[in-house]
């Protein structure tokens, strides 16, 4: 079963930077595409940030883009965001997220797996 879990949520100031991570088990990542999706209250989840298998193609959020760099480490099996120059849109749960079948692209499918979500508050 595969399972993901995020971390590296918290409070933090506009302008200020936080990593999450997003480790998984029960599956080896090489194959796979990641990606980041948030929610914030009221608001539809949308997406933030993926990267394919190879981790050659990123895509991005055109709000984030410039600030917020995913990354993968298939050996740890783990997948990064990094968020930078935070601002107090950005606040939301974040939640880690990978298709059900290798190769295939990010798409947020509630087939897919999802990891439980990380908060992340942005005070300005």
């Known amino acids: 079963q595969v399972q993901l879990l995020e971390s590296g949520g918290g409070l933090v100031q506009a302008g200020g930077s936080l990593r999450l991570s997003c480790a998984a088990s029960?599956?080896?990542?090489?194959?796979?595409?990641m990606g980041w999706f948030r929610q914030a209250p009221g608001k539809e989840r949308e997406f933030v940030a993926s990267?394919?298998?190879?981790?050659?193609?990123?895509y991005y959020l055109d709000s984030v883009k410039g600030r917020f760099t995913i990354s993968r480490d298939n050996a740890k099996n783990t997948v990064y965001l990094q968020m930078n120059s935070l601002k107090p849109e950005d606040a939301a749960v974040y939640y880690c997220?990978?298709?059900?079948?290798?190769?295939?692209?990010?798409?947020?499918?509630?087939?897919?797996?999802w990891g439980q979500g990380t908060q992340v508050t942005v005070s300005s």
């Open positions: 997220n990978t298709p059900r079948f290798p190769y295939n692209p990010v798409r947020g499918e509630a087939s897919d797996y």
């Open positions: 029960g599956r080896t990542l090489s194959s796979y595409a």
């Open positions: 990267i394919i298998w190879s981790g050659d193609i990123k």
